[in-house]
């Protein structure tokens, strides 16, 4: 089978209307970014995010390295000495590509994230029309990963999830939906067009044998793996259970396709070895990815987070089972590989549903058409649906497809709504008082990137994306041993802690600034002012700036 035969042809009208959707996704997407900027509470300047600004602010931060000309990355979280690294290369290259255009880094980070926002929902087509001829199936596959999520609506609506409990993952696993990760990270995006760059050229080679296809996937897998190297073991269950699916069609060992799997894997020997160096000659690095932990919920999470899509992806799994041709089973491989890999015990488990979705409504779609609809077709709902509105066998089968569509959306609109409220209402943790952006302005106008500033959580968290510099703290896993050092904070803030402590702690962890504002004055009673050991050096009507004696 040559190139041409094992590609879709796709009519320049068809990729017209799969272009204006994924616009009209990425202009969605925009929205409560617009509400952010253009309402801004007096007073206060909008930071860039509309959700999660705890972990965006982690990329915004590699990118301020970026922008100072450094290729290796460094924690700004934790005041650790530490030699950099090559990780969050990709967010490196953007601050670089900051510097260069002269854009400032929040304005390449979201032109960055439409750009791979785009580029996913343009791969997604054509992974989709790999497996599927027939237009309408596949066109509903699209819609179904452009717009869809699960049932956490409903489930918030029957029972609202309690304090400490975990709530559904539509509102909170952003690897686990198309739409979200375009709603949030272009990381995420990208690391999903490079797998699904992956696995349909893996496919392309089993079917073609040209080396040129086996040569785009270690490509495409090395710019996964610089990305996001923890969703790897995905990868490989999947290319194996793949693998396998074909050894039991063909009841013969599928050698060829084994030797390019081999080829394939051993592309990233390098990677594997420098990461396996970084992990055992970089302590504080290490200390990182040892703690970086993200176990999966319990499976009914998956299932009604997922909802229709899952529900019809039943029908779809069945149909392609009872096929039993070698391309199509790759969609069965994929789910079963992502069921096991995400409670296999290691420390990333839910990072393995990256792209799920993806194969997901594909099955869905086909379940749809294979199934669901022949049933409407004969049941007593479809002759009342014809009789009340008057609707032919097509304007029919048009009205249950966007019905479908439409049902699988809520949770993203709640995701828009929510998103959108905070913004108006300015939330305070994605706004910031233009007191304190005067007052980190002037850190790194007259600090250097790697004086460590002491400051409360929420600010810390800030401070690297704003201008690159270091603090004690400011994330729940990129500070190194966290909980040890937010108790630290708090002992430091409060009245009655010796100064004799408080000196020594400084010059411990060599801190360089106290950033002072409205919430280190939450922390406790603690009155910088007059401190032997601290110098006021910066002062405006709510932040003042202490220099540390004695703290090299």
Request: glycine share 8%; proline share 5%.
């Amino acid at each position: 089978m040559t190139w041409e035969t094992a590609m879709p042809c796709l009519s320049r009208t068809e990729l017209y209307k799969v272009t204006a959707v994924a616009i009209v996704v990425l202009i969605i997407s925009c929205l409560p970014y617009a509400l952010g900027y253009g309402f801004a509470p007096p007073g206060w300047d909008f930071g860039g995010f509309i959700m999660n600004a705890e972990d965006s602010h982690i990329y915004l931060a590699a990118m301020q390295q970026g922008a100072q000309g450094a290729w290796r990355f460094r924690l700004l979280y934790t005041p650790e000495d530490h030699p950099g690294a090559f990780l969050y290369l990709f967010y490196l290259l953007l601050g670089h590509l900051s510097a260069l255009t002269g854009l400032s880094p929040i304005l390449t980070y979201h032109l960055a994230r439409l750009f791979c926002g785009l580029a996913l929902l343009m791969m997604a087509y054509f992974f989709i029309a790999f497996f599927i001829r027939r237009r309408a199936v596949r066109w509903i596959a699209y819609l179904l990963i452009c717009f869809s999520s699960g049932l956490g609506w409903l489930v918030l609506l029957i029972s609202p999830t309690p304090p400490g409990g975990i709530s559904p993952i539509d509102f909170w696993l952003m690897d686990a939906y198309v739409f979200f990760s375009v709603l949030l990270f272009p990381h995420f995006s990208l690391a999903m067009v490079s797998l699904l760059a992956v696995f349909m050229a893996t496919l392309l080679y089993f079917h073609t044998e040209q080396t040129r296809c086996l040569m785009g996937a270690g490509v495409a897998l090395w710019v996964l793996f610089l990305v996001n190297p923890k969703i790897l073991p995905v990868v490989a269950a999947t290319l194996a259970g793949h693998w396998m699916l074909l050894f039991g069609l063909r009841r013969t060992l599928p050698w060829r396709e084994m030797r390019g799997l081999i080829v394939l894997g051993s592309s990233l020997i390098p990677w594997l070895a420098y990461y396996g160096y970084v992990l055992v000659s970089n302590p504080v690095l290490g200390l990182l990815i040892k703690q970086d932990i993200t176990l999966s919920p319990p499976p009914l999470y998956y299932v009604l987070g997922y909802g229709l899509v899952f529900l019809l992806a039943i029908g779809g799994t069945l149909h392609v089972a009872k096929q039993r041709r070698e391309r199509e089973i790759f969609l069965l491989a994929w789910p079963l590989a992502a069921i096991v890999t995400l409670y296999l015990p290691f420390q990333t488990q839910r990072r393995m549903v990256t792209g799920l979705h993806v194969p997901l409504c594909i099955l869905a779609s086909l379940g749809l058409f294979k199934y669901v609809l022949p049933a409407v077709y004969h049941s007593g709902v479809s002759r009342v649906i014809s009789r009340t509105l008057s609707y032919d066998r097509r304007r029919l089968r048009l009205f249950i497809l966007n019905l479908i569509v439409v049902a699988t959306f809520p949770s993203n609109l709640y995701l828009l709504a929510s998103a959108s409220l905070a913004a108006l209402q300015g939330h305070p943790t994605l706004f910031h008082t233009e007191a304190e952006n005067q007052a980190i302005d002037w850190l790194a106008e007259n600090s250097q990137a790697t004086d460590t500033i002491l400051c409360s959580y929420w600010v810390g968290n800030y401070i690297p994306a704003r201008i690159g510099h270091r603090v004690f703290w400011g994330h729940w896993n990129l500070t190194i041993d966290f909980v040890s050092k937010r108790r630290l904070v708090e002992a430091f803030f409060q009245a009655e802690t010796a100064d004799a402590a408080r000196r020594e702690w400084l010059q411990t962890y060599g801190i360089a600034y106290l950033f002072y504002g409205p919430q280190e004055r939450a922390l406790g009673d603690f009155n910088p002012e007059g401190k032997p050991y601290l110098m006021e050096t910066f002062s405006n009507s709510k932040v003042s700036i202490y220099q540390v004696f004695g703290a090299e």
